[in-house]
């Protein structure tokens, strides 16, 4: 039998699972040896799946970071610094003979100055917010995989992913030479799989997959997501001929899966 990637990439999965025949084994470490490319894919894949949450957040430029690093100190000052309530509520209890009119004015006063605090801090936030988006542009750009897969994993900090923010992490799962950042982008895509046109997104990226572990993992995401009008995608990916014959009954058990919701 002449070994393909395709192959190859299963009996790596099954070779997780447990271990392969001597015979196998060695096929797959000899395959594997004379194709670092898919070598590198496959080890960066198991990294990957064992520490994703481990994953440093990219280094910006020097400039971005000094003002980075300083936002974020402000940010974690101001939110450390009592509040104009705590100030006064300690007053109070060291001069408890206060009069009720004065607690009334300094409750007044109180009115006016939290909400400008607050508003301080979150202005802060969004300007962080801001920043950490546009370092995720910029680093899904980079040629290198292990800097956009840092980028999608950006992702995650962000309070809130605007249409720029999922329509790169779309394009990254549609287009990304790189299986496992392609993986990572699909794993960012999740959190807003309620969003309808993420959700057709997902629905027509599947029939633009042609690796196995790939498809395998939208599988897993339209169950989880219960996103049961994929079920025809599914189904012409089943029946094509191009489709790895390793995961037919994953798709199948996948299809029927879906029917049930």
């Given at each position: 039998?002449?070994?393909?990637d395709?192959?190859?990439?299963?009996?790596?999965l099954?070779?997780?699972?447990?271990?392969?025949?001597?015979?196998?084994?060695?096929q797959?470490e000899?395959?594997?040896k004379?194709?670092?490319?898919?070598?590198?894919?496959?080890e960066?894949?198991?990294?990957?799946w064992?520490s994703?949450?481990?994953?440093k957040?990219p280094e910006?430029?020097?400039?971005?970071d000094?003002r980075f690093?300083a936002?974020?100190?402000?940010a974690?000052a101001?939110?450390?610094?009592p509040?104009?309530?705590?100030?006064?509520?300690?007053?109070?209890?060291a001069?408890?003979?206060?009069?009720i009119?004065?607690l009334a004015m300094?409750?007044?006063?109180?009115?006016?100055?939290?909400?400008?605090?607050?508003?301080d801090?979150?202005?802060?936030?969004?300007?962080?917010?801001?920043?950490?988006?546009?370092?995720?542009?910029?680093?899904?750009?980079?040629?290198?995989?292990?800097?956009?897969i840092?980028?999608?994993?950006?992702t995650k900090?962000?309070?809130?992913?605007?249409?720029?923010?999922?329509?790169a992490?779309?394009?990254?799962?549609?287009?990304?030479?790189?299986?496992n950042?392609?993986?990572?982008?699909?794993?960012a895509?999740i959190p807003?799989?309620?969003?309808?046109?993420?959700r057709?997104?997902?629905i027509q990226s599947?029939?633009?997959?042609?690796?196995?572990?790939?498809?395998?993992?939208?599988?897993?995401a339209?169950?989880?997501?219960?996103?049961?009008?994929?079920?025809?995608s599914?189904?012409?990916?089943?029946?094509?001929?191009?489709?790895?014959?390793s995961?037919?009954?994953k798709?199948?058990?996948t299809?029927?899966?879906?029917r049930?919701?």
């Open positions: 039998m002449k070994l393909t395709d192959i190859v990439t299963q009996w790596w099954e070779s997780l699972e447990g271990p392969l025949a001597e015979a196998q084994q060695q797959l000899e395959y594997l004379a194709n670092p490319v898919l070598a590198e894919e496959l960066q894949q198991s990294a990957l064992n994703m949450g481990d994953i957040s910006p430029s020097s400039e971005m000094l690093e936002m974020l100190g402000q974690v101001a939110s450390r610094k509040t104009f309530m705590d100030q006064l509520k300690t007053w109070f209890s001069n408890w003979q206060v009069s009119g004065s300094g409750l007044v006063i109180g009115i006016f100055f939290i909400p400008k605090q607050q508003n801090v979150a202005d802060l936030t969004a300007e962080v917010q801001d920043m950490k988006q546009l370092l995720m542009l910029t680093m899904i750009e980079k040629p290198q995989a292990h800097d956009r840092k980028a999608v994993n950006l900090e962000l309070l809130k992913a605007d249409s720029k923010v999922t329509d992490l779309i394009s990254t799962l549609n287009q990304d030479e790189s299986i950042v392609r993986l990572a982008a699909l794993e895509l807003y799989g309620k969003q309808s046109e993420v057709q997104a997902l599947i029939k633009l997959q042609d690796s196995p572990l790939v498809q395998v993992a939208l599988a897993d339209m169950i989880m997501l219960q996103v049961k009008s994929s079920v025809e599914f189904k012409d990916m089943l029946q094509s001929e191009d489709v790895d014959e995961i037919k009954p798709l199948q058990s299809i029927e899966t879906l049930s919701i």
